[in-house]
């Protein structure tokens, strides 16, 4: 869990990198779907253009599908980026994981305060192609205005536009304290300060997951 450019998604692909484990981005989920036209796509496309949250009709069973696909090749679990989101797709996300047999192990939340995540996301520009992210400067691309990754264009979400990014934190935020509080009756949650040089919030991060793996195999 994280606000919007509280580096989530980067650190989610650290993560995954680091264990082996898949990283499942909902954002990424329906980019992809919208990009291929499917069913799925032409449903969630006029919220995702608008920056609206999908919903949890149409968001909770897509990432079903996704996972239990995951489950098929049998790996070790998977990290969630992006969802559950609200409560209902919390609740919906144990009911199902515990069909499967399986649960929630930590829920780690990046806290960054929001004077520093407006700054970080007034310089944010993504790929229109693979979703990579850039910041103009902190990591910008080697060429202006192109994906170091595949060679396209990029362009400012018109989420992470100066006027839309106020708006779009408190609307998470309201969001994020029902999931947080509902994992947190779980035992589950876990802070980690994110407002950090970003190799500092990666050790925390492993040293966290590491400590459920301990708890979950002793
Ligand atoms: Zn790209």
Not at 134 to 143: D, E, M, R, S
Request: aromatic fraction near 6%.
């Amino acid at each position: 869990m994280g606000a919007p450019g509280s580096g989530k998604g980067t650190q989610g692909r650290l993560l995954s990198r680091h264990f082996q484990i898949p990283y499942l981005a909902s954002g990424d989920l329906l980019r992809r779907a919208i990009e291929q036209q499917t069913a799925l796509g032409t449903q969630v496309q006029s919220y995702v253009e608008r920056g609206l949250y999908v919903p949890d009709h149409l968001m909770v069973p897509a990432v079903m599908a996704e996972l239990e696909g995951m489950y098929r090749q049998d790996n070790g679990g998977v990290i969630l980026d992006g969802f559950p989101r609200t409560r209902e797709q919390a609740v919906a996300l144990d009911a199902a994981l515990a069909a499967a047999r399986r649960a929630i192990q930590r829920v780690l939340h990046l806290f960054v305060p929001k004077d520093v995540l407006i700054a970080r996301l007034a310089s944010r520009w993504t790929c229109s192609h693979c979703g990579a992210t850039y910041n103009v400067l902190t990591k910008p691309p080697g060429a202006e205005g192109i994906c170091d990754l595949c060679g396209h264009s990029l362009f400012q979400r018109v989420d992470d536009q100066p006027d839309k990014v106020e708006r779009r934190l408190s609307v998470d935020l309201e969001k994020a304290i029902a999931v947080g509080g509902y994992y947190h009756q779980q035992g589950l949650m876990c802070q980690i300060d994110g407002n950090r040089p970003a190799g500092e919030v990666t050790a925390d991060l492993i040293a966290a997951v590491r400590d459920c793996q301990a708890v979950s195999t002793a």
